[in-house]
């Protein structure tokens, strides 16, 4: 097994802290401004105020108050959307597996969902149906269930002739409890190591959408939305309402794929044979 990789864990770990303590941790309300003290540098450049760390926006509200709570925004959209792919797409792939016929029809399901970008479908849906965060963890969510829908269905397929499995139906088990009891189990680690890719993917789609304007409304506070503000007053020189969001994003997104990469390590049977 590849060695853990501690740093990258602690990093995620103070990260993922300070987004769940963001009411406690932020200096100010995220959304209150003060247009006396806009674009202000950060404390450490002249004319930095000390009582704003990392400097205000162009409506005088506070960075580092909106990145704390930009950053509970996308681990909840990575989390909970991801969370509604998992619930909908292993239950399809266990059945798919396990019954030929009505695995078909999913497959069929599922080739049509992959044939059209997440991003596209996400884009189109959340433009007519309009901003919100509740809105696009749905859509995400939904959108995502035919990958571990299909990837459940592959593993079921190579457990599904196993002694275990034959055992269980010899004693007349009813198929949820063969599916749920006895494979379930079994196909897990392969769901996991999906899970660690796709919440990284999902933070990132967010702040994307968001920073098009077809992600968060704009009443909450996002890293993709700070990002998007802060590209008019880029080349003015204000650069920290645009770099310090994006730096916090990708310290987000680059510690949870490296913890990805190792989970993907460590638990896919695939690459453990490789790697031996």
């Not at 409304?217 to 310090?244: C, H, N, Q």
């Amino acid at each position: 097994m590849p060695r853990f990789p501690w740093f990258t864990a602690l990093v995620l770990l103070l990260v993922v802290l300070a987004a769940i303590l963001a009411p406690w941790l932020a200096p100010h309300p995220p959304l209150e401004g003060d247009l006396m003290r806009q674009h202000l540098p950060p404390a450490w450049l002249p004319g930095g105020d000390p009582a704003f760390p990392l400097g205000t926006d162009e409506q005088g509200r506070d960075i580092l108050s909106n990145i704390l709570f930009g950053l509970r925004v996308s681990l909840s959209v990575g989390f909970f959307a991801v969370l509604i792919s998992v619930l909908l797409g292993v239950p399809l792939g266990l059945m798919a597996g396990y019954s030929r016929r009505f695995g078909e029809l999913v497959m069929r399901l599922v080739d049509v969902q992959l044939s059209v970008p997440t991003f596209l479908i996400a884009l189109v849906v959340l433009a007519l149906w309009g901003a919100g965060l509740l809105k696009l963890i749905l859509v995400i969510g939904v959108v995502g269930w035919a990958a571990y829908a299909r990837l459940v269905r592959g593993a079921v397929l190579s457990e599904r002739e196993r002694e275990y499995v034959l055992a269980a139906e010899a004693l007349g088990l009813s198929t949820p409890r063969v599916l749920f009891r006895h494979i379930l189990p079994n196909v897990l680690s392969v769901v996991l190591v999906q899970v660690s890719v796709d919440v990284p993917r999902v933070i990132l789609l967010e702040a994307t959408l968001s920073f098009l304007g077809v992600g968060v409304s704009i009443e909450t506070p996002s890293i993709g939305l700070m990002v998007k503000r802060g590209m008019d007053y880029l080349f003015s020189g204000v650069w920290w309402t645009t770099a310090l969001p994006g730096l916090a994003l990708m310290l987000l997104v680059l510690t949870t794929n490296l913890l990805g990469d190792w989970m993907r390590d460590a638990f896919d049977p695939r690459r453990r044979r490789v790697n031996r």
